[in-house]
């Protein structure tokens, strides 16, 4: 069987096959605004569950949507806290610059694109109203080194797309994958998607050639509830999962930063020296190669409901500049930081970064205070201070 899955991606004539530590491609598929405890009562969801493992410590990382979304490919979401356009300059790198080190080939799937590379804000369906796709579900175009090039811009292609790909046996080694705003819940709710992401993953869990070494992390982007701490459910699927875990728990703090920990772990990957060091791996992927997780903050105290300042903040006086990486930092991989972003950013190695490689997770506070605000030092390698936390999964 792997034979066959070198001869789909030999169809990618540019990208490289490149075996993983635990698996050989990664996608992630995102539905919307869901409260944990809500979800895990639904039935497709724990029919879904049965076939992986269920992360019941994974936390989306603020309100509204987007900057979750920017986060997961770019280490940081740069104080953004709404869903309007937004740019983040050429010197940001993302996952993509981590894959293209090893030229190992990706895609984004959103449904509802009218074509490869789309860049507008939205399509609609036919009576003109109803919103179809929407630019702030698509982690990658918001960033110009990405959407200024034009090999890259043509990696954001359509669903249908991946099920041609799926059935040629031609998928990346990491893909995105966006339904739109019926079938993520956004405009209809928990049942309708639920049943939709039912429908849609169970062929692809029949397909032995589609699941060979690969894993699969259906997620929610954010809560719906603002007022509560930001928890949402998350399953690990496919057939790099091993088979004593599926159907058990995992019990670890996660959120959309552990994409980037995970995946750059898995194929020894350099770190973009953001949020992305530090992120917990997810378990089952540190126990194969041996990488030990920091320990975690105290889950308890975790909310991620508000932005902190940043960049992207639209309030004038939560407005700040872009902090640099931290050059110093070792990742997941066990990497320094990627070229291209010593080389951006070289003339602010000396400067102070908020990203320590500790993993906490910062947010904007409560409404009432900002105590938990990321706190800027001396660029530096990362020290522990504490034991590792163990791992527990639970059936």
């Not at 405890?37 to 992360?55: F, P, Q, R, S």
């Not at 109203?129 to 959407?147: A, C, E, M, T």
């Not at 956004?186 to 050639?209: E, I, R, S, V």
């Not at 894993?215 to 496919?238: C, H, M, Q």
Request: glycine share 8%; aromatic share 12%.
């Amino acid at each position: 069987m792997r034979f066959g899955l070198l001869l789909g991606w030999a169809a990618a004539a540019s990208a490289a096959y490149v075996p993983g530590k635990a698996f050989d491609r990664f996608i992630t598929i995102w539905l919307e605004n869901q409260d944990y405890t809500k979800v895990v009562e639904d039935n497709d969801m724990k029919e879904i569950a049965k076939h992986g493992i269920l992360l019941t410590e994974y936390h989306g990382l603020t309100h509204p949507s987007q900057p979750n979304y920017v986060a997961s490919v770019g280490g940081d979401y740069f104080g953004l806290n709404h869903d309007e356009f937004v740019q983040v300059p050429t010197n940001v790198s993302t996952l993509v610059d981590l894959l293209d080190t090893k030229n190992i080939d990706w895609r984004g799937y959103f449904e509802g694109v009218p074509g490869p590379g789309y860049m507008g804000p939205a399509t609609h369906a036919k009576d003109g109203h109803q919103l179809i796709y929407v630019r702030k579900h698509n982690p990658f175009v918001s960033y110009d080194s990405i959407s200024r090039n034009g090999t890259r811009l043509l990696k954001l292609q359509s669903l249908a797309d991946f099920q041609t790909d799926v059935k040629n046996n031609a998928l990346p080694q990491y893909a995105h994958v966006s339904p739109n705003m019926l079938n993520d819940g956004h405009d209809t709710g928990l049942h309708y998607a639920t049943n939709w992401t039912q429908t849609f993953l169970n062929p692809l869990l029949d397909n032995k050639q589609f699941m060979e070494k690969t894993l699969v992390l259906l997620t929610y982007d954010e809560s719906e509830t603002y007022s509560k701490p930001n928890r949402i459910v998350s399953v690990l699927l496919g057939g790099a999962v091993p088979d004593k875990l599926k159907g058990t728990k995992d019990d670890t703090l996660y959120s959309h930063y552990s994409i980037l920990s995970t995946v750059e772990n898995n194929w020894s990957l350099p770190s973009l020296g953001r949020y992305d060091v530090g992120a917990n791996v997810f378990a089952f992927v540190a126990e194969i190669s041996g990488y030990k997780n920091h320990a975690s903050d105290d889950i308890a105290a975790v909310n991620n409901s508000l932005s902190y300042p940043g960049f992207l903040n639209w309030n004038p006086s939560e407005y700040r500049p872009i902090p640099p990486p931290n050059l110093k930092l070792v990742g997941a991989g066990g990497q320094g930081v990627v070229d291209i972003v010593k080389t951006e950013w070289k003339l602010a190695a000396g400067d102070e970064t908020p990203y320590d490689g500790s993993g906490h997770l910062y947010d904007g506070g409560d409404g009432l205070k900002s105590e938990n605000e990321p706190v800027y030092k001396p660029q530096a390698e990362y020290t522990p201070q504490g034991a590792v936390r163990s791992v527990r999964f639970d059936a």
